[in-house]
C-alpha cells in the first residue's frame, strides 16, 4: 500500500490522479486550501477505495507551515512513499505586467512555495532512500512567451530546480518526477477558449500514474507536447520574439 | 465562451460558473440576480436545452457523497457521470437501474431529463430510482425534495429540463448485478408491423429496443433488427474495458448522404443472416455502442446536426407509426440512427417524456427544409396526442409544446410557487414559452 501526500489536492489534475491513485488501495495525506472541498473530496476517495484519507488546510504561500505540515503528513500515514506537488495559480499576465506585486505573488504560488517543500521533502525522502517526489511543472517553462512569462518564469524555474535535485538524489535511490501538462481543462483555465490541443485531467492523471509505476524522470502530458515544445524551443531568439505565443 | 449541445446547433456565447461546493453554487445563483440561469452536465441534451447567456455547469459537483455498501444506495454530487458510477460500482456489483444511450451524462441531467432506457416498460424513467435531491432555487435557498419533501418541486424537477433551480446532489438507488455480460437476442423483422409485434409480444424481456432502417419503403417499410436483453447470470463483473476510438476532426458535410446512410443501412440490416440469433456481450457495447467512438457528433460534419424523437400512444399503434414512417422515409433524408421502442406507463412528473406507447428517435444532419419536415412530423405526432421530446430538441414551437405536454400549466405553477421564472431559462424555455 503506497502512502501518498498530495499539495493542492483540491487542483483538478490532482484530484482525478487521487482517484487513480484511491482505486488501487493508497492510502492519502491531503493539503489544500479549501477546507469543504477537502472535507468532501476525501469521502469521496474513500468511497473509491482508499486505504484511508487524512486531510489538513493549507495555504502554500504560510511558508512557516510547510514544515509542520510535512512532519504531521509523515506522522499521520507512518511515512511518505510518494509526494505529488501539484498546486498553482495561473496569474493574470496583463496585470502582473502593471504590479510587482502581483507578479511576485504568482511567482510565490508557483515556483517559491514548491522549492520549499521541495526542500524539506527532499530531506526527508533522502533520509529515507526511497520514494518519489512528483510536480506538477508545465510546458509554459520550456520557454518564455509574452502571453504568460511570470506564469512560464516559475514553472521554468521549477522544473531547473527538480533537475538539480534529481541529480542530488539519485544516489539515494529517490526518485524525482517532472511532469509538463500542454494546455489543461480546469477551473485554473476556466476563463480560457478550449480548441484541439486541450486535455481533460483524467488523461494527465493517467498519464502521472504511470510516469510514477515507471519512475520516468520528465513527462510531456499528453506525450506529443514533447514534440510541440522541441519545436517551440528550436525557433531561433530573433525570429521568436516578433511572434504572438 | 462558445457553448453548444451534442447537436452542435445552436451556438451561443456564454458565461460558465463551474461551483465546486455547495456554497459556491448558492454563490453563483445569487450572482446571477438580474439575468437568468441555466445548469449543464456534460452538454449531452442535443439542442438548447442546457445553453443560455449564463450557465451553471456541474462539472465540479463530481464527488460521490456517501454509499450504503449493501443496500446499494449512493448520494453523489449532480456533477458525477453514469459512467463514473459505472466504472466504481459495477466491479461490486451494482448497476444503474436505467440508463440512457450514453454513459457521458451526469446525474443532474438524467434526473432534468428523466431519461429513460431500453426496460423503460419494466423500469420506468430514471426518476423512479431517484430517492431524494438537493436544489439551489431562485431565492438561494437549498430544499430538499422528494416524494414526501416537497412533493410537487419533486415531480416538477424530474424531467423539468433544469427550469426549477440548480441540483446539487442526488440520493439514487443501483440495482444488485451479477456480471457484466448481456445475452442479447436479436430478431430480424421484415416491416414494421413485424417489429411493433416482436416488441409487444416480447414485452416480459428486460431490455427491448428496435433499430429501424428508416430508408425501406413500400412493403419493407420499418424492416427492423429487434434486439433484446437480458443480464447474463454469473460471469466476471471485471471484465477488460474495450478500447475507444475518437472521431479526430470535423466530417466533410457531405459525407453523410441519403446514398451513404442507405448502402449503410442496408449492410446493417443484411449483416444479420437469421431470423433469430443470440449472443453474449459486454454491458458496454449493449447498452452504449456509441460511446466507443468519442466526439461521434464531428461525423455530421461542421453544420451540426439533430434528433427526432417522438412517442405516440400505444393506442395510435401501428396506423399512426407507419404514417409517420412513411413520411420520414418519402423525404429522402437519411438516418442511421433509427431507434423505434415500446414505453410504459407514463409517470406523476409534469414534464417528463414517455408515455404508455411507441417512440422513434431519428438523427439528421442539419439542412435546408429539415425543419419544415419537422413542422409536418409534429402535426402528426401532435394529432395522435403524441410529444416530441425536450433532451433532443432545438425547434419545437411553443404550441406544439402546449399540446404535447398539458400539464405544462401545473409546471408553470411550481416554477411560479418558487420563484423560478425569470431566474431558470435556458433558450428552450425561451422558445416554447416558458419563462
Excluded at chain 1, 469521496?44 to 504561500?61: E, F, K, Q, T
Excluded at chain 2, 443472416?273 to 468519442?294: C, G, K, W
Excluded at chain 2, 414505453?343 to 404508455?356: D, I, K, Q, Y
Excluded at chain 2, 395522435?384 to 432545438?394: T, V
Amino acid at each position: 500500500m503506497q502512502r501518498i501526500l498530495i499539495v493542492g489536492a483540491t487542483s483538478a489534475i490532482a484530484e482525478a490522479s487521487a482517484r487513480r491513485f484511491a482505486a488501487r488501495g493508497a492510502r492519502l495525506y491531503l493539503l489544500a486550501r479549501n477546507l469543504e472541498r477537502l472535507h468532501d473530496l476525501a469521502g469521496d476517495l474513500l468511497i473509491r477505495g482508499a486505504a484511508a484519507v487524512d486531510w489538513a488546510v493549507l495555504d502554500v504561500n504560510d511558508f512557516d507551515r510547510h514544515a509542520a505540515a510535512i512532519e504531521d503528513a509523515a506522522r499521520g500515514m507512518g511515512g511518505i512513499d510518494v509526494a505529488l506537488i501539484a498546486h498553482g495559480t495561473l496569474g493574470d499576465q496583463a496585470a502582473c505586467e502593471h504590479s510587482v506585486g502581483l507578479a511576485l505573488q504568482e511567482l510565490n504560488t508557483n515556483a517559491i512555495s514548491v522549492i520549499s517543500l521541495l526542500t524539506l521533502l527532499a530531506n526527508h525522502f533522502e533520509a529515507q532512500g526511497h520514494g518519489s517526489l512528483a510536480v506538477i511543472s508545465s510546458v509554459a517553462g520550456d520557454r518564455g512567451r509574452r502571453s504568460n512569462y511570470v506564469y512560464g518564469t516559475a514553472k521554468g524555474a521549477v522544473t531547473i530546480f527538480l533537475q538539480g535535485l534529481r541529480n542530488r538524489l539519485h544516489r539515494s535511490g529517490v526518485h524525482v518526477l517532472t511532469i509538463k501538462p500542454g494546455f489543461v481543462d480546469t477551473p485554473m483555465t476556466a476563463a480560457l477558449e478550449k480548441g484541439p490541443l486541450w486535455s481533460p485531467p483524467e488523461r494527465i492523471a493517467e498519464g502521472i500514474e504511470r510516469a510514477l509505476d515507471r519512475k520516468r524522470d520528465i513527462v510531456y502530458l499528453p506525450a506529443w507536447w514533447r514534440l510541440v515544445m522541441a519545436v517551440v524551443k528550436l525557433i531561433p531568439e530573433r525570429l521568436f520574439k516578433k511572434m504572438s505565443l | 465562451m462558445q457553448l453548444q449541445g451534442w447537436g452542435r446547433h445552436p451556438v451561443v456565447d456564454a458565461d460558465i460558473d463551474y461551483p465546486s461546493s455547495r456554497s459556491s453554487a448558492v454563490a453563483a445563483v445569487a450572482a446571477s440576480a438580474r439575468q437568468a440561469v441555466i445548469a449543464r452536465g456534460m452538454g449531452r441534451s442535443y439542442g438548447d436545452s442546457a445553453l443560455a447567456a449564463r450557465v451553471i455547469s456541474s462539472r465540479y459537483l463530481n464527488l460521490l457523497l456517501d454509499v450504503d455498501p449493501t443496500g446499494g444506495r449512493v448520494r453523489c454530487g449532480a456533477g458525477v457521470s453514469l459512467a463514473e458510477l459505472l466504472e466504481v460500482f459495477v466491479p461490486r456489483g451494482w448497476f444503474l437501474p436505467v440508463t440512457p444511450g450514453t454513459k457521458f451524462v451526469t446525474v443532474g441531467g438524467a434526473i432534468s431529463s428523466d431519461v429513460h432506457g431500453k426496460n423503460h416498460h419494466v423500469q420506468g424513467c430514471f426518476s423512479e430510482w431517484v430517492e431524494r435531491f438537493d436544489l439551489v432555487v431562485a431565492s438561494g435557498e437549498v430544499l430538499t425534495c422528494s416524494r414526501s419533501e416537497h412533493p410537487d418541486l419533486f415531480r416538477a424537477t424530474c424531467g423539468g429540463m433544469g427550469l426549477t433551480g440548480i441540483i446539487l446532489e442526488a440520493t439514487l438507488q443501483l440495482a444488485p448485478l451479477q456480471g457484466a455480460f448481456v445475452d442479447q437476442t436479436t430478431l430480424k423483422c421484415g416491416h414494421l408491423e413485424e417489429a411493433l409485434a416482436s416488441l409487444e409480444s416480447r414485452r416480459s424481456a428486460t431490455y427491448s429496443v428496435a433499430w429501424i432502417d428508416c430508408q425501406a419503403t413500400g412493403s419493407r417499410m420499418g424492416r427492423a433488427l429487434v434486439m433484446l436483453g437480458e443480464h447474463a447470470s454469473g460471469g466476471t463483473l471485471n471484465a477488460p474495458r474495450r478500447r475507444v476510438l475518437s472521431v479526430p476532426a470535423d466530417f466533410p458535410g457531405w459525407l453523410l448522404n441519403s446514398y451513404s446512410i442507405g448502402a449503410f443501412n442496408a449492410l446493417y440490416y443484411h449483416r444479420v443472416r437469421v431470423r433469430s440469433s443470440v449472443r453474449r456481450l459486454h454491458y458496454e457495447p449493449f447498452f452504449y455502442p456509441l460511446d466507443s467512438l468519442q466526439d461521434w457528433n464531428r461525423l455530421y460534419g461542421k453544420g451540426g446536426f439533430t434528433q427526432y424523437q417522438f412517442v405516440i400512444p400505444r393506442a395510435a399503434g401501428l396506423d399512426g407509426m407507419s404514417g409517420i414512417l412513411k413520411r420520414i422515409a418519402g423525404s429522402g433524408r437519411g438516418s442511421f440512427l433509427a431507434v423505434l421502442k415500446a414505453l410504459g406507463p407514463e409517470n406523476a412528473n409534469t414534464l417528463s417524456f414517455p408515455m404508455e406507447g411507441y417512440t422513434l428517435a431519428l438523427d439528421f444532419k442539419l439542412q435546408p427544409g429539415l425543419f419544415e419536415l419537422f413542422e409536418e412530423l409534429d402535426a402528426m405526432v401532435l394529432d395522435h396526442g403524441g410529444r416530441i421530446y425536450l433532451a433532443k430538441d432545438c425547434r419545437l414551437s411553443a404550441a406544439g409544446f402546449r399540446r404535447g405536454y398539458p400539464r405544462w400549466e401545473a409546471f408553470q405553477a411550481v416554477r411560479e410557487k418558487y420563484g423560478a421564472r425569470g431566474k431558470f431559462e435556458s433558450l428552450q424555455s425561451e422558445r416554447i414559452g416558458l419563462s
